[in-house]
């Protein structure tokens, strides 16, 4: 895991993003962030990329902003964290059972990524499921996350279904190499916009979590 994360941590892929993530004050983590959560888990978060004045703020997925706290709040409902807030890389949050990631690893300008960013990010996502060997459920907190799944899945040889769109609470069942099953859900992305207008309500996003957590067992 060290070595996934030292790689990762000194990426200079993408000139735009490598700009852009300097451009924070001194004091930020202004790297590509690392994920929360541990290589054992078997439910999988995948976001878009990290927060401006969030993960790319604090060094860790999720952490430090709005989106962050509503994430954390729906796992806590359900007992996957022990705290319902993720504020910085020692406020004691503890996941159970859950790991954390993004399909890009960098934080963009106005939270848009563009293909080639997307694309070059695709390696370490695909590096991420090798690892994530007790992993079971994937949940792509979003429509890029989700085709990001997708694509790192067929990559890898998994099976798919020829015609799998993002909707909120799509099921959908994967074939890995060895035939054991794995499943991905998608979900609106837990954002502050998503929140306040109703897109995404913590109801929904509690029940996306508690049909993860049914999989598992």
Sequence with gaps: MMD??????SCQKCPRLVNYRNSFPENYWRKPVP???????????????PAGHGG???GRMFTGDES???????LYEVRLANQ???ESKDDGLELYDVYITSAVKCAPPENKPNASEINNCLSFLEEEIE??????VYIALGKIAWDSLLKAFKNLGYKIPSTVKFSHGNLVKIEKQDLSIIWLIGSYHP????MKTGKLTM???IEILKMAKSLIK
Excluded: C, D, Q, W
């Design 84 to 86: 319902p807030f993720s």
């Design 56 to 58: 790319n703020r604090t």
């Design 191 to 194: 954002s502050p916009r998503n």
């Design 35 to 49: 994920p929360n959560g541990k290589f054992n888990a078997k439910i999988v978060i995948v976001g878009l990329a």
């Design 68 to 74: 962050a706290n509503n994430l954390t709040k729906a």
């Design 203 to 205: 109801e929904m996003l």
């Design 131 to 136: 690892m994530l060997k007790n992993a079971k």
């Design 4 to 9: 996934f994360i030292s790689k990762l941590i």
